[in-house]
């Protein structure tokens, strides 16, 4: 079944230097993409799901550095290729969507332009090939009139349309592994759902593997497969969609889910979860998440918690069920 | 007997005009936030304001606080119009509306300390300075859950959700009757935005606030409105009662579509996906007729000529939509 | 409006905002520059010896234009550390009370650069519309003029003087820090704060004054700083061509414009003066380099 993995990012650790001291963004920061599969990695800010996502491309701006662990895609360690290497990767075989794509795109070419540099760059391509090429994805990711949107520029297009190139754009290389950084986060609620149907579409269809990184529980919800919940730096809890969110095992997933209004609550006060998040220059000894915990032990504030198998390809790190570990 | 509304909107129009220079005889271009909008709010009650955007709920709330000027129409507080008011007369209903903005950040002169940031308010309305100002500050801080000793902080120094609660305590400094309440918690993590909400419905209870809720978070809404308008292209579609509308209730294509569209957790609450196709269109050239009926599935002839108005279903319900009124419209 | 993503970042705050308890961060991370503190120094150095010129140097009146024809042409000399120029006047003493003028167009001509400017900037940046358009279309004429024509026009109107000078000057630097000012004033307004303060009632003229000016002083004291040494050197050049500071009183420029006769023979005279416009021109433009690196967050280093 280890072929079965694309990505498996291990013990991850990334510190930034900055003036007012050293910032913990990513603290062990553990999970697995499979092939063919949109998981979710989720969770609030300063979780460090963001860092994470740009260090799977090596992108980790300054003065963030990675002090620990391993990312690999295929086997391979993405941490230990040359910039070189990393060049082919990037866009090649593993792309990235950001939150703003208005950001992401060139505002002095033509979206058409763009992506057929693209294709040409790391398919090598011929002219007519590599438009051909592009039409197509256009197509593929629904976009309306594909050759009028080929000699658009970004701003011409609405914010849905952008989102929609811009996966167009990351895709068009035949990436394999897809990371999305909140892609729907700054989009209407309507043209959202069009992109997450798209997205599922795109898994179905061209067997593309998603790393949705999101703070939106009710996107995780109705687009992953699988979900990792990061808290601080590190995940607290990861496993098949379903059995995160409804058969939740950490404290803090289920605190989460307990904070999102219900219509049954109506008229009650939301369970709120006591305090806030740490902050990565000072992050709590022992588990992250204790003093906010109420179910924590005198052992939480001391010893960081393991992330263990529940079996089913569950896995918490508490140690609540230190005793429940599947062999 | 029935209580007059304590803000009552009527005809409100806000047309925003761009500028083409002081020399140019070509178009300009009118961007129609708000085109007719007729609404009361009630006292002590939280009305809910939903839609994507251009659909001028953010400017529905700052014209409601005059902090811009309406095109015309009618804005009465309390039953007084003050549409027009300008000056120190404006200056003295600002004691009683407020508002709580989405970004703390943002929200916050990062310059000033907190002292100063709640005495502003202070300063400019009433006498008190020196001690009884600061007691004050410290009064209005505990009120929403922060501690006095933080008066010489400033924002940056605070979380999102510490931040708010400051913005919320500023914001009950006069004593206000109405709060207009700008996506508040959508710049804030989930965990926190269930301490603000619970915030401010305690607050609501004990200061019998009236709140306009502006959000594009269909939960949130859900849970923390009395009554939901839903908003498109300057123009309020439907109006209702919040359990009404959530339970199957919405009645207008726009509303049914956006229900459905939010990603639900709760996959037994979750409904069919009605997928409205192209983009929300722009406020400066808005569709003839009825605004939405370009990307309304049951669109039919008349929707492209005339627009509709908003008529009264029952208990409260209000809908802008032919189809309603001429009992054709199915369920979806 | 759909949602933003909830993100403290903790590396990015405000734009032109300036944490006061950062001070000591920020004058620890000055500190660490060499040039910084080196350019500081300097201009130190130049502003005491400016103030103090009559104590410093045995000859204060020659300094002040007292001719001393005897010695005229020296060469550099234990009695005369930069020899003596044209009349016999020491040439250090004039360099020390050139100091003078030079500086203080330097600091007067931004100090009024800023006073009108900044204020202007503001008002138009904060009511736009009309208002805007019309200092806008103000602001553009006056940066049309350039500063060595509008000092002979004035110089031709009013005579040539220090103060003319000055002015002249003064009129041709305030439309940047307007511009400037507007810029940042327009993009402060994006952010909510000032909508808050509108909705509790504060005037606007308080607004202005307690909201806008201290955001944007950042900017502004980068710009003035590295101004002062642009100011200094367009004063030479003003005194060069005669329109400036007249004789007998010392001034860097006229040295200049009157020793380069004799440069290949007796350089010590307006090489001198060149020298000590270019230390202090230098030094107030890595001042402000180093004042907008501390200040940034961003490219401050780390502690």
New interface residues.
Partial sequence: MMDDILLSVEDLHIEFQTYAGTVHAVNGMTFDVRRGEIFGLVG??GCGKSVTGLAILRMVPEPGVITQGTIRFHGENLLEKSDEQMRTIRGGKIAMIFQDPSASLNPLFTVGNQVVRVIRQHLHLGKKEALERALAMFEAVGLPEPKRIFHAYPHEL????QQRAMIAFALSTGAELLVADEPTTAL???????I??LLIDLRDSQGVSILLIT?????V???CDRVGVAYAGSIVEAGATDDV?FDMKHPYTH???A?????S??GQ?????EG??PNGLALPPGCPFHPRCPKALPICQTQPPALISLGAGHFVACHLYAGQKES | MTTSPLVEVRGLKKYFFS?Q??ISFSERKVVRALDGVDLAIQRQETLGIVG??GCG??TLG?TI?R?LTPTSGQILFDGEDITMLKGRA??TY??H???V???P????????TVLQSLA??LK??TVLRGEALVRRARELLQQTGMPGDILYR?P?EF????LQRI?VA?ALA?NPKFIVLD?PT??????????I??LL??LQRSLHLTYLFIT?????V???SDRIAVMYLGKVVELSP??AL?DDGARHPYTQ??L????????E??RK?I??PG??PDPASPPSGCRFHPRCPLAQDVCTRVEPELKPLQDGHWVACHLIESHQQEEF | ????T???NLLA??SG?????EYRLMARAFRRDPLAVASLIVILLFVLGAIFAPVLTPYPEQGRGAPNILEKFQPPSREHPLGTDYLGRDVLARILFGGRSSLTIGFLVVFIAVAVGVPLGAIAGYYG?AVD?IIMRITDMFLAFPPLLLAIAVAAALGASFTNAMIAIAFTWWPWYARLVRAQTLSLR????I????????SNSTIIL??IF??VLTPVLVQATMDIGGAILTGAAISFIGLGVQPPTADWGKMISTGRIYFIERPWYAGSAGAAIFLVTLSFNLLGDAIRDVLDPKTRRAG
Avoid: C
């Fill in positions: 609030e800010s609405s914010g849905g349309l209407d609620v309507t043209i959202q759902s069009q997450l149907e703070h939106n529980l009710g996107v919800a109705e687009t969110l605190g989460l889910l904070a999102i209004p219900h219509p609550r109506r006060p939301l369970q709120a979860i806030s998040v | 500028r220079g002081l994507e955007s709920k953010t700052r606080l902090l404006l200056r600002r004691q509306m407020q508002m903005f989405q970004n950040y943002s929200s916050f002169d990062p310059r000033a502003e308010p400019t309305h400033y940056h979380s999102g959700g510490q913005a500023r006069l996506e959508s710049a804030l993590d989930v965990s926190v935005q269930a301490q909400i619970n419905q305690e594009h978070d269909l939960s949130v859900q849970h923390i919040t359990e959530f579509a956006l459905s569209a939010a990603p639900i957790l709760d996959p609450l979750r996906r997928i409205l983009n929300v | 409006m759909a949602g933003m909830p993100q403290e705050p405000e905002a300036v944490r006061f308890k519309g358009d994006k952010l909510h704060f909508e808050a303060s509108q909705s509790i009632g504060v307690r909201h201290p955001n």
